[in-house]
């Protein structure tokens, strides 16, 4: 072991020296300068305890003049030779200084030892240019250490001139003392800067302060005794300490060039994920080549983006400086020497190229004595600036993607089909706006379910159209009905594009149109036909039947039961001709109120006597009527007004039981004259008073079903009753009874009008 360990390594050290001193304040400056005065105070005592005492061994081949400055330049030279070694983030830098320590105080009389060990330190201290607080302290740390190496050396071992066991003894305890004083020293400003006890430290690194003097120790008397015994041996001396040092370099190289390639990967990884790409590639960058400053300067942003090893964790940005200015139009990988500022000692450059896009330069740069940077930097550095470009180039595709995917929402949700997408296992991945709307279901309660599980189709026999696909035919549109979680059952029909990768369903697209109007009008046409067919059927029987009996045995029939057939016929033969009109009547009738304008005859009638000729004709005795006892004149159409009423009463008597009357009564009101028409029947469920009126709809109730219609006379009436300016409307309670009014303008007022 041939190493010892200097304090000027240690980065805590380094860092705390490199600081300027701020004021006398300052616990650094305070422990030095208290150092100091300890280390004048030990050296003056080695000086003044042995003023006159010669050297510990003697008999060196050199004159006596030449021995100091030799020893001087050995000193030098073995603090100069500094190997670091890598301890994750700390650096531990190993020298020989101690070493030559040992041979100084071995060979030297004690000032002059302390001369030797003064100037060599000195000298390399300024030679590698170390801040002044640093040079302050190593000196103080050494001067104090070496005096109490001297002062023990000496006073334990004295001055023999040879090497007997009192000088081992000697050396050996002011090896001891030596050390001591170097940890201690250590610990108080270790302590200082880390904020760790000064005991911790110190028992933490003595293990490694023994070793290191024991080395020491043995290579200092070694070399002594061979250069005093066989001088012509020394340079074999030397080839271990040399051979040594050797391997320490290549092996801290291998530790920087590990550290590099663990920084290279999480660069990779960085790349990969693209988060905070730029901050992370320049951190990154700079600690893998172990450079001051790492900085991007992107041509879409007059900016440099700078990390700089002062500042760690930090990214600035800041104007481009001039002497990247100058080069950030470089294609090629460059070391750059020129107009670099007074504090950059090395600069090198590469371009931000992906494909044939280009987003600026990466530049590294290393400031103070030390070059770091070379051909092979440059060429490592140029494809992770490659790689860099490409996840810019990659994260632009991201951006665009997502502005392209948030247009595709947008057009989604605003959308009036719905629209919903499921995954391969048949669960919903998106869930648009319109078809919330349709199923009554959120999205939030529709993401990630089954729509299996998510819809309620009631008709076992559907169930299976919910999800119709295969990979033999990816396309495919099914109608199903479902229902709804408030009841209310919709016809939907989804048209499904799915994708498959062999047989296995990776995505089904789904559009969905909601059918239910459709489907009803399509119904309510068929259920129209047969209601149709059946209504003409029904008078047709008895006209038929009648016709035959008046052909066949007409003659022989006596005159009354023959004038009853015929008015029976004429009767049944209205009531078609009033049918097949009111058909005709209803598919003229567009959606507009004045449609029927052009059937409707304005004048000026007593409603009273329209109501009355309505109740004669109906002939029942169910109807309760009263009627004003004089004219009320109103604005209409007597035959329309006539057709209206007889519809409303007609109605309350088919929808009411046999054993219940109708009651028509008559209100007047300044403008207007109201016919109230009353039943006691099953009346109309809320959600149905304004669909009564709509054309073909049938309220579906055992009542109505057992009911001849076709659903066309609320919806002739109403718009009738329009076109004369008046209304009918429907209030009804279910169970107990509807009443229908036809409102109509009084003529006066009509008139005025
Ligand atoms: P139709 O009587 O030929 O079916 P309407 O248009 O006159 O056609 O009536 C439409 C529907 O309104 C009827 O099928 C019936 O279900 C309901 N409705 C009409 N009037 C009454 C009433 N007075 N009481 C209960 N339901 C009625």
Redesign the pocket.
């Known amino acids: 072991m041939t190493a010892s360990a200097s304090p000027a390594g240690r980065p805590g050290v380094t860092r705390a020296a490199g600081r300027a001193p701020t004021s006398r304040g300052d616990p650094v400056v305070r422990l030095v300068t208290r150092l100091c005065l300890l280390a004048g105070l030990l050296a003056l005592a080695a000086m003044l305890l042995f003023p006159h005492r010669g050297s510990v061994l003697r008999g060196v081949g050199l004159p006596d003049a030449w021995l100091l400055p030799t020893l001087v330049v050995l000193t030098f030279l073995a603090e100069i030779t500094v190997v670091r070694l890598r301890h994750g983030d700390a650096v531990e830098a190993l020298s020989l200084y101690e070493a030559a320590l040992i041979i100084d105080v071995l060979l030297l009389p004690p000032h002059q030892a302390l001369l030797a060990a003064v100037l060599g330190l000195v000298a390399a201290l300024v030679v590698q240019r170390r801040p002044i607080v640093k040079i302050l302290f190593n000196l103080g740390n050494f001067t104090a250490a070496v005096s109490a190496l001297i002062v023990v050396t000496h006073a334990v071992g004295g001055a023999p001139g040879t090497l007997d066991a009192r000088v081992l003894a000697g050396v050996l305890l002011g090896s001891i003392a030596f050390t001591t004083v170097n940890l201690v020293c250590m610990a108080a400003i270790l302590s200082i800067i880390t904020g760790e006890s000064r005991l911790s430290i110190i028992r933490s690194e003595a293990r490694l302060s023994v070793y290191m003097a024991t080395g020491t120790l043995a290579t200092g008397l070694t070399t002594a005794e061979i250069g005093l015994h066989a001088p012509l041996l020394l340079p074999f001396m030397a080839m271990p300490a040399l051979a040594v040092t050797y391997a320490y370099r290549t092996a801290a190289q291998e530790a920087d060039e590990r550290a590099r390639s663990a920084r290279l990967l999480e660069l990779s990884h960085a790349l990969a994920e693209r988060d905070d790409l730029e901050r992370r590639f320049l951190h990154l960058v700079r600690d893998a080549f172990d450079v001051d400053l790492a900085m991007l300067v992107l041509d879409r942003a007059d900016i440099a983006l700078i990390a700089d090893a002062q500042t760690p964790g930090e990214l600035s940005a800041e104007p481009v400086p001039h002497h990247l200015a100058a080069v950030r139009d470089a294609d090629t990988p460059t070391f750059v020497a020129q107009d670099l500022p007074d504090d950059i000692r090395q600069l090198v450059v590469v371009p931000l190229e992906a494909g044939d896009r280009r987003f600026g330069v990466a530049a590294l740069a290393v400031r103070g004595r030390r070059t770091k940077l070379s051909t092979r930097e440059l060429t490592l550095l140029a494809p992770l600036a490659n790689a860099l470009a490409a996840a810019m180039r990659g994260s632009e595709h991201l951006d665009r993607l997502i502005e392209e995917t948030s247009k595709l929402h947008a057009v989604v949700e605003q959308s009036t089909e719905g629209i919903f997408m499921l995954d391969g296992d048949g669960r919903i991945q998106m869930w648009s706006r319109a078809i919330a709307e349709v199923t009554d279901i959120a999205d939030a309660a529709a993401g990630g379910r089954r729509l299996t599980e998510l819809l309620d189709v009631p008709d076992p026999d559907e169930y299976g159209r919910l999800l119709p696909v295969t990979a033999d035919h990816p396309r495919a549109t099914v109608e199903v009905t479902i229902r709804r979680p408030d009841g209310e059952r919709r016809r939907l029909r989804l048209s499904h594009s799915a994708v498959f990768s062999g047989a296995t369903l990776v995505r089904d697209v789904v559009v969905v149109r909601d059918m239910t109007r459709e489907h009803r009008t399509e119904r309510l046409k068929s259920d129209f036909i047969a ?1 149709v067919s059946h ?1 003409l059927r029904t008078p047709l029987t008895p006209i038929l039947g009648y016709l035959h009996l008046l052909r066949t045995r007409g003659d022989r029939l006596a005159e009354q039961k023959r004038q009853n057939a015929l008015a029976l016929i004429a009767d049944r033969a209205a009531h078609m001709s009033r049918l097949v009109e009111d058909l005709l009547l209803a598919s003229r009738m567009g959606d507009a109120d004045d449609d029927l304008t052009p059937h409707v005859s304005a004048g000026t009638h007593d409603l009273a006597a329209v109501v009355r000729q309505v109740v004669n004709d109906l002939g029942t005795p169910r109807i309760d009527v009263e009627l004003p006892g004089h004219p009320v004149p109103a604005a209409c159409d007597f035959d329309r007004a006539l057709q209206v009423a007889s ?2 009463i ?3 008597l ?3 039981p046999e054993t219940e009357d109708v009651r028509v009564r008559m209100r007047l009101d300044d403008d207007h004259v109201h016919v109230d ?1 009353s ?1 006691r ?4 469920p809320a959600d ?1 008073l304004e669909k ?2 709509e054309k ?6 055992p ?2 079903m057992s ?11 109403r718009r009738l009753a329009r076109a004369m300016g008046g209304d009918v409307t ?1 209030s ?1 309670t279910l169970n107990v ?2 009443v ?1 009014t036809l409102t109509l303008r009084r003529a006066e007022h009509a008139a005025a009008g």
């Open positions: 209601t209504e519809n409303l007609g109605n309350a088919k929808y009411s028409v039943d029947g099953r009346g109309i149905q009564v009126f073909f709809h049938r309220v579906e109730d009542m109505t009911t001849s219609g076709t659903g066309l006379g609320l919806f002739i009436s429907v009804s009874g509807s229908f």
